[in-house]
Every structure is written in structure tokens, then in C-alpha cells.
Nanobody
Framework: QVQLAESGGGLVQAGGSLRLSCAASGGTFSRYTMGWFRQPPGKEREFVARQWRVGGNVYTSAYADFVKGRASISRDNAKSTLLLQMNSLKPEDTAVYYC????????WGQGTQVTVSS
């Protein structure tokens, strides 16, 4: 079982940027397809981005349409850390952001709150 701890959220103005971090412990992080998800206020949790290994140390990524061109998922396998760089933030990006083994194979962490003001 992988334990997950998200950080890096905060209050930011529209157009700003944030970098979210997810520390994972337990398991073999480098082998896992990892994803970011978010839960906007009053809505269901939704997929944001995921990254998986295609061979050796080569990974590829996929993004939800609503963040394409504005987000970049990456990882540091040596630190078992997953990152999400988000730029050009919009008020509708306000949500609690979570990481997990895609599509949600481990217990969910506490998440990190991102609030984007207009």
C-alpha cells in the first residue's frame, strides 16, 4: 500500500501558477502509473493528469482537456515524488487536488487546497 501526502496548494490570483507536490511512500514508485485528480467544491473528484512508464526511464503523460497546455506532470523517482506544475490558473481550477496511483488504487491522501481568485 502506498501512502500519499500532497502539498503546495494555496491562494493564487487568476493567471498565476502553482506547483503541487505529492510525496509517496511504500511500493515501487518508478513502476507506477501516477495521477493527479481534483475535487471542485460540490462536485465529484475528476481526473487531471497521469503519467506512466513506456520503457526504461521513459514516461509519457496525458491530461484532461481542461488543463491541456496549462499543466505539466512530472516525477522524481529518487524522491518518490510526483509534481504538477499549473500555469494560467483560472477560478474554475479551485479544488482540492489529490495524487494517487491511477486511477485511484491507493487510499486517498488529505489533498491540497488550490483556490484561484478572480
Amino acid at each position: 500500500q502506498v501512502q500519499l501526502a500532497e502539498s503546495g496548494g494555496g491562494l493564487v490570483q487568476a493567471g498565476g501558477s502553482l506547483r503541487l507536490s505529492c510525496a509517496a511512500s511504500g511500493g515501487t514508485f518508478s513502476r507506477y502509473t501516477m495521477g493527479w485528480f481534483r475535487q471542485p467544491p460540490g462536485k465529484e473528484r475528476e481526473f487531471v493528469a497521469r503519467q506512466w512508464r513506456v520503457g526504461g526511464n521513459v514516461y509519457t503523460s496525458a491530461y484532461a482537456d481542461f488543463v491541456k497546455g496549462r499543466a505539466s506532470i512530472s516525477r522524481d523517482n529518487a524522491k518518490s515524488t510526483l509534481l504538477l506544475q499549473m500555469n494560467s490558473l483560472k477560478p474554475e481550477d479551485t479544488a482540492v487536488y489529490y495524487c494517487n496511483r491511477y486511477p485511484g488504487l491507493s487510499d486517498w491522501g488529505q489533498g491540497t487546497q488550490v483556490t484561484v481568485s478572480s
